[in-house]
């Protein structure tokens, strides 16, 4: 039957701009994501404090790995402060699509 051929075809070019759509992450539900989830730790502008890095400026790319590295287990913290269990996907992208809109810290020399 062509048509049951056709059905996988039609659902890829359905879901295709979903997943684009995810990859680009909204960075003003990010922002509210991270005054509930983040800011306690990281400061209201991300820069972070002395046991805590900063997070602000940071590449949604690089950023995005580093919560599904805390997620899967991959990077461990001390004190288990990243817990991130309950992040989706899109609330990573989110998240990190806000912070990417913020300045990042001066450099260090
Ligand atoms: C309970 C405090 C706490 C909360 C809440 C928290 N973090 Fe963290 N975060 C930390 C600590 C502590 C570290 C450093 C852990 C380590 O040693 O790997 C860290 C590390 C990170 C890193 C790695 C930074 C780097 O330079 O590699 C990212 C990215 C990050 N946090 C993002 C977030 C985001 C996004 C949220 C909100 C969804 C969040 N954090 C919530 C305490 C917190």
Same mark, same amino acid.
């Given at each position: ?8 075809? &039609?659902? &890829?070019?359905?879901?295709?701009? &979903? ?19 983040? $800011? ?18 940071? *590449? ?8 599904? *590295? ?8 001390? *004190?288990?402060?990243?817990?991130? $269990? ?8 989110? &998240? ?14």
């Amino acid at each position: 039957m062509l048509l049951m051929k056709l059905i996988p075809v &039609v659902a &890829v070019i359905i879901l295709f701009p &979903v997943s684009v759509a995810m990859a680009e992450g909204d960075p003003v539900r990010g922002k509210l994501l991270a005054e509930t989830d983040c $800011a306690d730790c990281h400061g209201d502008d991300g820069l972070g404090d002395y046991d805590r890095p900063p997070i602000a400026g940071m *590449n949604p790319k690089e950023h995005i790995k580093e919560l599904m *590295n805390y997620k899967t287990g991959k990077r461990k913290d001390e *004190n288990e402060d990243m817990d991130v $269990a309950d992040l989706s996907e899109q609330d990573m992208a989110d &998240v990190a699509a806000y912070y990417a809109s913020l300045p990042p810290p001066p450099q260090k020399q």
